[in-house]
Every structure is written in structure tokens, then in C-alpha cells.
């Protein structure tokens, strides 16, 4: 979309010494009515800015043209680098309204013109595909002509089937269509739920696998496996390899960059919130000699709200106390949740750690807060799609650039952003301990992404601990969820403090007894942590037994009788303390054991000899 301005500019009347006004999120139509603007559409489409101030309607010179965006113009595509920082680099400031006067006329001109010569030289030379590159003054556009795709490499049809987050008979499908060799296009409809419809229609039912050849839908696991047996399956594939090629009725694609519409309920307080965000003095205040920046006294919060909805002081002491649970604002020092006085508060945008947090974006999630356990279910079914997807079979190997690039991981950054305000609180001790061990493993596939891998001593350091999520409130590192939350606020290996001191509210939210088999459900991304997986809160132990299980079949462990010692993994020394002693460490993992190695172990334990435990050196490099 092209935006042209021309005429005066109109300037924000807000102090300029208020500097939360750089990060608050204020909708078009409030800063022109706080301005005294109001946009007015006329009879020939465009956009003007009427003057309400005074009781007359006195339209100004500022008028806003706009153009709707050419068909030739690009599609959203995903990113390109895997490993880019998504931290905002910031844009030297210039005169924007000077420059769009001059300029904006004659670059609109421009662009429209150039684009109708470029689709009129394509008309005429549909079969020349070759890269048309122009330059206007100040933008730079190139045009890439899309190479057809070699028919004899790819079907000219399409197979497409309907797939749920953990299903066994969907990842037979899958796999089936991997062994042969075959291109397929899968809709996981807990990922993409708008799709959940078309199913239905599509196929009178909502179970899944549905498999399409086409618009032709084929069945589920039992209708593929009849094909195979008869082979028929091989013909129905040679005949969309040489027919024509997928129409509109055939199931569409997931598109990158294109959301559901949600229902999500703006937050009851948001509008309170919004006067506040404008009427409060934030300043930079000096306070128990350190000077707190972005902050208000609670005192001029109430005045606020008294002149401002003509309230009682104790109904507006009571609102500010609600804020406060819906952390809209915190007390700077984290001691109170509001009080009348003197005390400092600051908006939650204006916290110092949320530069950090990789799940804030400008913005203050203001809608209603969905359920903590809503959210956990929603994070386990989107990642154990992308792991499905991007993912070997046994999840050893993890595809980080193929997940960088797809539409199931941008819809799980975006969903990231309701765990801002989201109430921990309601959670039981189960539902806590699979919430925080999703959240960990989904935080660490992210900050590979967004990061890098951490090569050395260093960058393990600032990886677990500088890649931070907005949640509940507070900043959550990888580091305060394994040790702070999951192992009950004990100090990580060789450091002398713990993640939260006294007073930290995150205290309420640890967890209250220590589970050492968290410790096999955690995976940092390097090759000898263990697999990455996703837990359900009803049967989180249960999974966890199993994670364990699998860890000591896959060289977790190893038995050299000559020798008498016991190889075992590092997290034992590392976190020995969770254990127990070393003697009852044995004893301990033979609960998980296959009969082969417990057989082993139980020998050297039974003929009253030395046991000798070592401990295995730990594969840093990524998992990819």
C-alpha cells in the first residue's frame, strides 16, 4: 500500500518529556481525537482529517491518498537466515513529513508506472524468463522471474493429507509417504484449526488421517494400506504423476504468513489502561539512591483516575490493585502490589528486562488472558506438529533452518505473545511441571533459531540465561526455569547464588517438591541431551518415566564388567544433589533399566565388590 501525504503536518500536543509515550501502544483514532482530528472518508475515497475542536467541522489541508497494493506485488514469504537476530536495529531519524511532501507524489507516479511497463513487457514475453531490475530515486526494486518447476522431478498432482499433533496412524501415513520417495502436503488441523472445517465437509467426519489424491479423497490408514496390498496404489500415483495438475478443489496448502481470525475478548481494563498510558507523568525519579527510570507514584495513578472517571478514591485504589493482578503495572522494587502513596510503579512495557524477552513485540498483549493450561495444550500440539515435520523419527536430528522458514513456527511466536499476562497461579504441581518443561524445550528450539548454537563456555552462559521470555509478568530465562521453577530454586552447576532471592514473586510459582526425572525431559539442543519432547499435564510422570527409559537405551549408560564400572551420562555429576548419594544412584536407575543392563549392574552390585562410577563426556555441538 502506497500512502501519499501532502499538506501540513499535524503535530503530537502529548509532552515531550514523557518518554512512554515512545513505546505505547495508541490506536489512530485515539491520538486523533486527543488531537482533535478525526478522519473522514469522502465521496471519492479519500482519507481527511477533520477539525473537531471548537464545535465546527473545519477540514485541514492534511489528506492521505491511498493506493491498494498492485497484483504483481510480492506475497509474504518467510525469512531467508535461520540464525538473524530479531533484535530492532534502530533507523536514523529524519523529517518524514518534509520528505513525504517532496517525494511521495512523484514515487507513487513512479512505481505505478513501472510496474504496468514491467507487466506489459511480461505479457508480451511470457516465454523469456530472465530478472528485471529498475531504480527509482530513493527505492530500489528487483523482480525475479519464478523458474518453472521441472515436471519430471515433482508430481504434477498433488497429496495431501488431513493430520492431529501425537497421532500414531497419522505418523504411519507420514512415514509411509517419506519411504516412497513422495512429496506430500500435510494440514495438521491442531495447528491450523480453520482447516478443521474443511475437513468435515470434505469428509463427513473429523478423524484423521484423510488422504487426497487430488480433489479424490482416499481414506484413512486402512484405506492406504488396502491400496498398498493391492497395488493400486502405484497406479493411482503414476496416474497424478501423468495427469493434470491439482485444481481448485483439491485441499489448498497451508499459506506462510496468513493467521485464523481469533476471537480474542480485549481485557476489561484495557480502556482504564489506556487513559492511564497518556494522563500519567512517567519520569525518571531518584529513589533509595538509584534512579528509577519510567516510573509514577501511586498517588497520581488514583488522582488520574478520579479526574478522570469522577470515582471515589477507594473505588480507585481498588482499580489500581486490579491493574496490578493483571500485571498492567508492577511495583518498581517488586515489594507491593499497590498501595495509595509514594510508592513507585511502572507499566509492564517499561520493565528494564523486556529488551530480553523475545516473546514482547513493541506491545503489551491487552487482551483477555487465556488459561495457563489452554496455552500449555496449544504450545505441546504446534511444536509436536513442527517436530513431526521437521524432525527424524526418533527426534535425534532437528531441522532448525526448515522450522525457521514455515508456517507452524510462525504461528508459535506469535502465540508466545498470550503467555505475557497469563496467570500461573491457577496451575496445579502436575500441570506446572509440563507446562515449564514445554515452555523450556520450545524456548531452546527458539533461541537456536534466533541466537545461534552456543560454541563455548561463554555464549552457554549468555544463551541459558540472556534469552528471555515475558511470562506470567515476569522474565523467565532458560536458566531460572530449569533451576528456579523445575528444581525448586537450587543453584546451577558451579554457581554460588540462587536464580530468585528472597522476595522474588516468581517464588510463588516453583515448584514445591523436586521430581529428579525432569532432568531427562529437558533438551538444551546439543547431541548428547536428551530428545526433545513435549508432555501432556495428566500424564506428565508417566512420560517422564518413559523419557528415562529411552535415555538409558540410547547409550545413556554403559556397563564394563572387566573394569567394574558404570558409564554414565554427566547430568549426574552436574546434578548430583538430586540424586542422592552415589551409592543409591545405581539403585535408582536400575527402576529404568532394560533387562540386559539391569542384569549387568545388579551383578556388580550383588558380589559385594567395588563399584566404580565414571562419567561420559558431553557432546556440546547441535542436535541438527
Excluded at 490493585?321 to 507499566?347: A, C, M, P, W
Excluded at 534466533?450 to 522474565?475: A, M, W
Excluded at 530454586?489 to 547464588?497: D, F, G, T
Excluded at 510463588?508 to 533438551?523: D, M
Amino acid at each position: 500500500m502506497i500512502l501519499s501525504l501532502m499538506g501540513s503536518e499535524i503535530e503530537n500536543p502529548t509532552n515531550p518529556q514523557q518518554p512512554h509515550n515512545q513505546h505505547n501502544p495508541i490506536m489512530a483514532s485515539t491520538q486523533n481525537h486527543v488531537n482533535c482530528y478525526e478522519p473522514v472518508i469522502n465521496n471519492n475515497n479519500k482519507i481527511e482529517t477533520t477539525n473537531r475542536c471548537g464545535g465546527d467541522d473545519v477540514h485541514s489541508h492534511s489528506r492521505v491518498t491511498l493506493v491498494h497494493p498492485h497484483s504483481l506485488l510480492p506475497m509474504p514469504v518467510p525469512p531467508q537466515n535461520f540464525q538473524s537476530n530479531q533484535n530492532e536495529v534502530a533507523l536514523p531519524s529524519f523529517s518524514v513529513g518534509s520528505f513525504l511532501r517532496q517525494r511521495s507524489t512523484d514515487l507513487s507516479a513512479a512505481i505505478v508506472k513501472r510496474v504496468s511497463s514491467l507487466r506489459q513487457s511480461m505479457e508480451e514475453d511470457d516465454e523469456k524468463r530472465e530478472v528485471t531490475e529498475f531504480s527509482l530515486s530513493g527505492v530500489k526494486v528487483v523482480v525475479t522471474a519464478k523458474p518453472e518447476e521441472d515436471e519430471d522431478a515433482s508430481l504434477r498432482g498433488r497429496i495431501t493429507f488431513f493430520s492431529r499433533s501425537d497421532c500414531r496412524d497419522c505418523t504411519a501415513v507420514r512415514r509411509f509417504f517419506r519411504e516412497k520417495g513422495l512429496r506430500f502436503v500435510e494440514i495438521n488441523v491442531d495447528v491450523f484449526n480453520e482447516r478443521d472445517r474443511e475437513l468435515r465437509e470434505r469428509t463427513g467426519t473429523g478423524s484423521v488421517p484423510q488422504i487426497f489424491f487430488n480433489e479424490k479423497l482416499i481414506g484413512g490408514l486402512v484405506a492406504l494400506n488396502s491400496l498398498r496390498n493391492s497395488g493400486e496404489f502405484d497406479r493411482r500415483v503414476a496416474e497424478i504423476i501423468g495427469g493434470k495438475a491439482a485444481d481448485g478443489n483439491a485441499p489448498w496448502p497451508p499459506a506462510y504468513g496468513f493467521d485464523c481470525a481469533e476471537e480474542d475478548r480485549a481485557d476489561e481494563m484495557v480502556g482504564v489502561v489506556s487513559v492511564l498510558r497518556l494522563r500519567l507523568p512517567i519520569q525518571d525519579r531518584l529513589r533509595r539512591m538509584k534512579m528509577v527510570k519510567n516510573c509514577f507514584e501511586g498517588n497520581e495513578l488514583v488522582d488520574a483516575l478520579i479526574q478522570h472517571f469522577h470515582c471515589a478514591r477507594s473505588e480507585a485504589v481498588e482499580i489500581g490493585q486490579q491493574l496490578s493482578t493483571k500485571h498492567f503495572i508492577h511495583h518498581v522494587f517488586g515489594e507491593k502490589d499497590f498501595e495509595e502513596g509514594n510508592h513507585l510503579y511502572r507499566f509492564l512495557e517499561h520493565e528494564p528486562f523486556i529488551p530480553r524477552c523475545f516473546n514482547f513485540r513493541g506491545t503489551t498483549n491487552d487482551s483477555e488472558p487465556k488459561t495457563a493450561a489452554a496455552i500449555c495444550t496449544r504450545l505441546a500440539k504446534i511444536m509436536s506438529a513442527i517436530l513431526e515435520s521437521y524432525a527424524s523419527d526418533d527426534r535425534q536430528h532437528v531441522d532448525y533452518e526448515a522450522i525457521s522458514k514455515s508456517e507452524e513456527f510462525r504461528r508459535y511466536v506469535n502465540m508466545t505473545q498470550d503467555l505475557q499476562r497469563v496467570n500461573l497461579l491457577e496451575l496445579s504441581e502436575n500441570e506446572k511441571l509440563a507446562f515449564f518443561l514445554n515452555l523450556y524445550n520450545a524456548m531452546v528450539i527458539h533461541a537456536v533459531i534466533s541466537v545461534g548454537c552456543p560454541e563455548g563456555v561463554i555464549d552457554r552462559r549468555s544463551f541459558f540465561n540472556d534469552f528471555q521470555y515475558l511470562v506470567g509478568g515476569h522474565h523467565y530465562s532458560l536458566n531460572s526455569i530449569k533451576n528456579g521453577i523445575l528444581r525448586c530454586n537450587r543453584r546451577s552447576p558451579y554457581s554460588l547464588v540462587k536464580p530468585f532471592t528472597t522476595g522474588d514473586k516468581r517464588l510463588e510459582v516453583a515448584l514445591v517438591k523436586l521430581n529428579p526425572l525432569l532432568h531427562f525431559g529437558l533438551c538444551n539442543g546439543a547431541k548428547s541431551s536428551p530428545k526433545v519432547r513435549f508432555f501432556s499435564p495428566h500424564r506428565v510422570v508417566d512420560e517422564l518415566r518413559g523419557a528415562v527409559r529411552e535415555f538409558f537405551e540410547n547409550d545413556g549408560i554403559e556397563v564394563d564388567l572387566e573394569k567394574r564400572t558404570v558409564y554414565l551420562t554427566r547430568i549426574f555429576k552436574w546434578f548430583s544433589g538430586d540424586f542422592g548419594p552415589e551409592k543409591e544412584i545405581l539403585k535408582w536407575i536400575l527402576n529404568y533399566l532394560d533387562p540386559n543392563k539391569a542384569g549387568l549392574v545388579t551383578h556388580l552390585l550383588g558380589d559385594s565388590g567395588p563399584v566404580h562410577i565414571s562419567h561420559q563426556n558431553f557432546d556440546w555441538s547441535i542436535n541438527s
